[in-house]
């Protein structure tokens, strides 16, 4: 005797062909959507400020509007090892950010508000992955992975120059 199907069975014989199918025409995507934002116009021209990190000097571009700060890095393929982006906060708040879109692997420093250093986090390229400040900050400078580590620079290390009040 032969079965006869039921009608859900039938329901799911179709969507799985259907599944199947758009899936080897590619129709149906599978990835992270910040995997499939792949171009995007970095931000090049923000303006600049002087940063002092113990006898070192970093150019760092200020993204301190809400726009400029949701963009920051992203998009952007290296970066000088002098340079970095500093983002600037109206009130010290706990800070998280991700590398979604920013192809370039970054260290965050979360600076309080007179320059020191409160946390680092090293952060993986492309990754939605949170790093967070380890209490309320008004500051993150983003510089390229390694750069405060091999200058021996570390938490509770004290930044200098106008964005913290100090010349």
């Given at each position: 005797?032969?079965?006869?199907?039921?009608?859900?069975?039938?329901?799911?014989?179709?969507?799985?062909?259907?599944?199947?199918?758009?899936?080897?025409?590619?129709?149906?995507?599978?990835?992270?959507?910040?995997?499939?934002?792949?171009?995007?116009?970095?931000?090049?021209?923000?303006?600049?400020?002087?940063?002092?990190?113990?006898?070192?000097?970093?150019?760092?571009?200020?993204?301190?509007t809400t726009d400029t700060r949701a963009t920051g890095l992203m998009w952007r393929r290296g970066?000088?090892?002098?340079?970095?982006?500093?983002?600037?906060?109206?009130?010290?708040?706990?800070?998280?950010?991700?590398?979604?879109?920013?192809?370039?692997?970054?260290?965050?420093?979360?600076?309080?508000?007179?320059?020191?250093?409160?946390?680092?986090?090293?952060?993986?390229?492309?990754?939605?992955?949170?790093?967070?400040?380890?209490?309320?900050?008004?500051?993150?400078?983003?510089?390229?992975?390694?750069?405060?580590?091999?200058?021996?620079?570390?938490a509770g290390s004290k930044l200098g120059g106008e964005a913290f009040g100090s010349r």
């Amino acid at each position: 005797m032969k079965a006869i199907p039921t009608r859900a069975a039938l329901l799911a014989l179709a969507l799985h062909a259907t599944l199947t199918t758009a899936l080897l025409c590619g129709t149906v995507a599978l990835m992270p959507v910040h995997a499939r934002e792949t171009t995007g116009n970095p931000q090049l021209s923000l303006p600049r400020t002087t940063i002092r990190a113990g006898m070192f000097n970093i150019d760092a571009q200020v993204a301190a509007t809400t726009d400029t700060r949701a963009t920051g890095l992203m998009w952007r393929r290296g970066m000088p090892q002098h340079e970095g982006m500093l983002f600037v906060f109206e009130q010290p708040a706990t800070q998280c950010f991700w590398m979604r879109n920013t192809p370039s692997p970054l260290t965050a420093a979360f600076v309080a508000e007179d320059g020191t250093i409160v946390n680092l986090a090293d952060m993986s390229p492309l990754s939605d992955d949170s790093h967070c400040s380890a209490k309320p900050v008004r500051f993150v400078l983003e510089m390229n992975q390694g750069w405060f580590a091999q200058r021996g620079i570390k938490a509770g290390s004290k930044l200098g120059g106008e964005a913290f009040g100090s010349r």
